[in-house]
Structures are given as C-alpha cells and as structure tokens.
C-alpha cells in the first residue's frame, strides 16, 4: 500500500466533512482560511431596487408593503415539546427569548417596524439581515435591522460562511462574525451565501411599467396633443428660427393645456405627426406588466383589480398571499431565528423550537369563524369532532368522546321510496318522538276497570 496515499486519507475525509461552498458557487476556490477579498457578487444594487422600484412604481410598494406587514403582524413565541406527537408543543411562556422577539430594540424600535424592516429587505434583495447585539444576562441584547447595502457573505473552507464584509468600492471596511448575523434569504440556486429577492426578479417589468407611466403621464402634461411640427418656408436664419422656437413651444403649451386653438401667422402650417399604433397601445399594456410585477411576488392580480372586487374574490386573493407570499418570508425568517437563537442542544434534541402565530390577524379569524361553522355540518355527516379539529387545523385539543361519529337520521332511501316504505324520522326533524312497539293487549277486566277502583280478584 501506498504510505503517502495512507498518511493523506484521514487529511482528505477530515476536509470533505466541511461545509465547503466552493463547488456551489460555481468553482471558486476558496483558501483554507479564507479570504475577504473573494466577496460574491451580490446582484442589482439594493438602492437602485429601491429608489426606481419600490418608491418609483405603486404595484412595487404596494406588494413590499402589503407582504412585509403581513409578515410583521406575526406573533412570534418559543414552543417546546410536550410528547412525541406533531401537535405536542405547547408555548414556553418563561422562556426569555420570547421578550427578544416581542421588543427585539427595547424602547428604540417597535417589533412591528423591526420585523417590517427585515421582511421588506427580505422581499426587496432577497436577504433581511438582523444583527445581534451582545450583552444583557442571556449574551444577546437587541437584535439591530441591517441592510444589504455593501455586505457581502464571506465564503469560509471550513465554517461555509466565517462572516459578513462590509465592502465600499472594492475594499473590505470591516468584517462581522457569521454568528452575530441572522440572515434569512430567498435561496438563489447559484448562490447559497445570498438570496435573490422578488422585486429583483421583477425589476425589469418595473422598469417597463414606469416608463409607461411616465409616457402616459407626459402626453397629459401636454394635453394629450400629439408631436408636431411647425413648417416656415421663409424660415432660413438660425438665430431668428431659434428665437421663433421657443415662442412657438411657449405658446404650444399654454394654448394645448387650455384647449385654444394657437393663431400663426405668416405661411406657417402646422404638420401633426400623431401616435403611433404603438403609442396608443402603452397605456393597455400597463395591466400585462402589473400581472408579470405581483406573480413574482406571490401575489394574485385580483387583489389589484376592480374587476373582481367581491368579498370572495378578495379572500381568495389575501389567502393567495398568505400562502405564496407571505408565507414563504414568514417561513425563511422563522428558520433563520431558530438557526440563530436555539442552541445546539435544543436543535439536536427537538425540544425546542421558534414559531409564528397568526391566529388574531383578522383575515385569520373570518377563516377560523367560516371553519367552526363548517364543522357544525360535517358532524352531522358522520365525520367525528376530534376528525374535525384535525381536518380544519383548529388548534384544539382532542376530547373524550369526539372520535365518536353521529348521522343525522330522517332521510329516506330511494329503494324504500319506490316501495312506499318512510324512515324512521329523528327527533330532530320531528318534534314527535318516534313510534314505540305497542304493549300486549291487557285482560278485558283491566280494561274495563274504572278509575280509583282496584279490578275484581282473580
């Protein structure tokens, strides 16, 4: 046997049990303790999304706005287990990391506008990134929103990711520790150290959709005259044309807004040009790049919509939400806490865990209304109230007796229709009970026996 070969096989195995992101990120050869200046590239830069995205386009704020309160009106609480059951869990009231997630900036910051904040950036970029402040008797004091502007995931050998670089034109400022960050991220599957957010990917129909606005809102500034052209054939010195131009434009705009027809004189003549087949169709086209904008952000278009405005159609939209939107920050967010905020052994054992509730958010509560009242139904079916609970998700707990399955009776079968036969009816559709089978006939001396009078002896 080969001696080197033998000396360098515990070497190899030590290194292939290392999270190494190399081969992830595409082949980047990353040194064996690691180097800040190989930065990933991090995509479109976050104030570029922001200032021409969100605050530029109303579909763009509308969708971060609507999914990042949805995702701060959470209420976020420790669960430990209770029993080897899926629903054994039950809160951790005394546990101290419940009062981080409520106020996770004290008095500085509301949980509300943390939990905004790391949503927004979340939908935004793709990464939300909050930093942990040591201190207090637990070692973490507040937990400190932080924007993806300029930071960029260090790729480790050995650890995956050993921290967070500032960097300012091209120079690496500072270094944060992996494990002061908690970084929740919509996966890019080229990058596994930074996300890729929804408005990103929708960036390009925002940039269409505003420079339609911007179009449509420019012919209104003009009176919604079509381009033209002023024609002077005696016209021939620069200075006099130029001078006559701004005159001309003047005029044009004032008489446009006011809907005057403009007087010329000499041999002037007006030559419209007018809008193009293309044109014309821009203001249509806007609806098109609104879909293209919310279906990257899980969201339905009903929701923006007038055309389906009924309360139905608005349920199904906001749990459309929920569901694809929403939820999947909501889900990224919770992973990233219970990565960060539970150790080791809470992890390994699964005693422990962080999760949200959305119980007291109104839309979930009309849902839950809508549910109870179902199940009153389903029962008479012959589907079992414990069943039930579990079927709707509920969130109660199984009672003694609820396995047991009832049938509303008084139905008639179509074979016993046919023959001429009824059911027996129940008593809840009948206030008259239910025919009983009749007694023996008694003697015809207790028949005929009269009241208070005892019958004549045998």
Same mark, same amino acid.
């Given at each position: 046997?080969?001696?080197?070969?033998?000396?360098?096989?515990?070497?190899?195995?030590?290194?292939?049990?290392?999270?190494?992101?190399?081969?992830?990120?595409?082949?980047?050869?990353?040194?064996?303790?690691?180097?800040?200046?190989?930065?990933?590239?991090?995509?479109?830069?976050?104030?570029?999304?922001?200032?021409?995205?969100?605050?530029?386009?109303?579909?763009a704020?509308?969708?971060?706005?609507?999914?990042?309160?949805?995702?701060?009106?959470?209420?976020?609480?420790?669960?430990?287990?209770?029993?080897? @059951?899926?629903?054994? =869990?039950?809160?951790? *009231? !005394?546990?101290?990391?419940?009062?981080? %997630?409520a106020? &996770? /900036?004290?008095?500085?910051?509301s949980?509300?506008?943390?939990?905004?904040?790391?949503?927004?950036?979340?939908?935004?970029?793709?990464n939300?990134?909050?930093?942990?402040?040591?201190?207090?008797?637990?070692?973490?004091?507040?937990?400190?929103?932080?924007?993806?502007?300029?930071?960029?995931?260090?790729?480790?050998?050995?650890?995956?990711?050993?921290?967070?670089?500032?960097?300012?034109? @091209?120079?690496?400022? =500072?270094?944060v520790? *992996? !494990?002061?960050?908690?970084?929740?991220? %919509?996966?890019? &599957? /080229?990058?596994?150290?930074?996300?890729?957010?929804?408005?990103?990917?929708?960036?390009?129909?925002?940039?269409?959709d505003?420079?339609?606005?911007k179009?449509?809102?420019d012919?209104?500034?003009?009176?919604?005259?079509?381009?033209?052209?002023?024609?002077?054939?005696d016209?021939?010195?620069?200075?006099?044309?130029?001078?006559?131009?701004?005159?001309?434009?003047?005029?044009?705009r004032?008489?446009?807004?006011?809907?005057?027809?403009?007087?010329?004189?000499g041999?002037?003549?007006? %030559?419209?040009?007018?809008?193009?087949?293309?044109d014309?169709?821009?203001?249509?086209?806007?609806?098109?790049?609104?879909?293209?904008?919310?279906?990257?952000?899980?969201?339905?278009?009903?929701?923006?919509?007038?055309?389906?405005?009924?309360?139905?159609?608005?349920?199904?939209?906001?749990?459309?939400?929920y569901?694809?939107?929403?939820?999947?920050?909501?889900?990224?967010?919770?992973?990233?806490?219970?990565?960060?905020?539970?150790?080791?052994?809470?992890?390994?054992?699964?005693?422990?865990?962080?999760?949200?509730?959305?119980?007291?958010?109104p839309?979930?509560?009309?849902?839950?209304?809508?549910?109870?009242?179902?199940?009153?139904?389903?029962?008479?079916?012959?589907?079992?109230?414990?069943?039930?609970?579990?079927?709707?998700?509920?969130?109660?707990?199984?009672?003694?007796?609820?396995?047991?399955?009832?049938?509303?009776?008084?139905?008639?079968?179509?074979?016993?229709?046919?023959?001429?036969?009824?059911?027996?009816?129940?008593?809840?559709?009948?206030?008259?009970?239910?025919?009983?089978?009749?007694?023996?006939?008694?003697?015809d001396?207790?028949?005929?026996?009269?009241?208070?009078?005892?019958?004549?002896?045998?």
């Amino acid at each position: 046997m080969n001696l080197a070969k033998a000396l360098a096989a515990p070497r190899r195995l030590a290194l292939l049990q290392k999270a190494n992101p190399s081969q992830a990120l595409g082949g980047i050869i990353i040194p064996n303790e690691g180097s800040h200046s190989q930065t990933i590239n991090t995509g479109t830069d976050p104030d570029q999304l922001v200032l021409k995205g969100w605050k530029a386009n109303v579909w763009a704020y509308t969708c971060v706005k609507r999914l990042a309160s949805c995702a701060a009106q959470a209420f976020w609480r420790v669960e430990e287990r209770t029993g080897p @059951g899926e629903k054994d =869990w039950e809160p951790k *009231a !005394d546990d101290w990391r419940n009062k981080l %997630l409520a106020y &996770p /900036m004290a008095e500085k910051l509301s949980g509300f506008e943390v939990f905004f904040y790391w949503a927004a950036w979340l939908a935004i970029k793709g990464n939300g990134l909050l930093r942990k402040t040591p201190g207090g008797e637990n070692g973490i004091l507040e937990l400190v929103p932080m924007s993806p502007k300029n930071i960029s995931p260090v790729p480790s050998k050995g650890d995956w990711c050993s921290g967070y670089s500032f960097v300012e034109n @091209g120079i690496v400022l =500072w270094n944060v520790p *992996a !494990d002061e960050i908690i970084h929740a991220r %919509l996966p890019d &599957p /080229m990058d596994p150290l930074w996300g890729y957010g929804m408005l990103e990917a929708a960036f390009p129909y925002i940039e269409s959709d505003s420079a339609s606005a911007k179009l449509r809102r420019d012919n209104y500034a003009n009176g919604g005259v079509p381009p033209a052209a002023i024609v002077d054939e005696d016209l021939t010195d620069p200075k006099q044309a130029a001078e006559q131009a701004a005159a001309m434009q003047l005029a044009f705009r004032r008489n446009a807004k006011s809907r005057v027809p403009m007087l010329m004189g000499g041999k002037k003549t007006l %030559l419209e040009f007018g809008f193009s087949p293309a044109d014309m169709e821009i203001p249509s086209d806007r609806e098109l790049t609104r879909d293209e904008i919310v279906a990257a952000f899980g969201m339905h278009p009903s929701m923006f919509s007038n055309d389906s405005a009924t309360y139905d159609n608005q349920d199904a939209a906001i749990r459309y939400a929920y569901e694809n939107g929403a939820g999947e920050l909501l889900a990224v967010m919770r992973e990233a806490l219970n990565l960060a905020l539970l150790t080791k052994e809470e992890r390994e054992s699964d005693s422990v865990y962080i999760n949200f509730d959305l119980s007291q958010i109104p839309f979930f509560r009309r849902q839950r209304e809508a549910k109870i009242d179902k199940m009153s139904t389903a029962m008479r079916s012959g589907i079992s109230r414990n069943d039930l609970v579990n079927l709707y998700d509920l969130g109660l707990e199984d009672v003694e007796g609820g396995d047991v399955a009832f049938v509303e009776s008084g139905l008639t079968l179509l074979s016993e229709m046919a023959e001429g036969s009824s059911s027996v009816p129940a008593a809840s559709f009948n206030p008259f009970p239910a025919p009983q089978p009749k007694p023996d006939a008694m003697p015809d001396d207790v028949q005929d026996a009269k009241p208070n009078e005892a019958p004549p002896p045998a």
